[in-house]
């Protein structure tokens, strides 16, 4: 179960735990939610991108593994605002729909 337009939060909220790259950061998802959120890597990667091109996140190069740079990601004081934002408007969405159903 996968909540378009919930992905972006996640993986802001993820990353305030410290820099990691795209496969921990869909392991912590997908662990912390017990298996109900599980992101393919053709979702995760795009939603990165987008992410870092808004400049809510930034890369930082590490060490090269098996022979390539690999990118962990960071997240930016913006990012850190807009996780905030996001929040604050998912509890809210999430009290009404509870509020509707009972």
Not at 63 to 74: A, D, K, N
Request: hydrophobic residues 35%.
């Amino acid at each position: 179960m996968n909540f378009k337009g919930s992905l972006p939060l996640l993986i802001l909220h993820t990353l305030t735990q410290g820099p990691s790259h795209g496969y921990a950061i869909a392991s912590a998802i997908r662990e912390l939610s017990a298996g109900v959120l599980n992101y393919s890597e053709g979702t995760l990667y795009p939603t990165l991108h987008s992410l870092e091109e808004r400049g809510l996140i930034r890369p930082v190069q590490e060490t090269v593994v098996e022979g390539r740079p690999r990118l962990r990601y960071q997240i930016t004081q913006a990012g850190r605002q807009a996780m905030i934002r996001e929040r604050n408007e998912w509890q809210r969405y999430t009290e009404a729909v509870s509020t509707v159903l009972g």
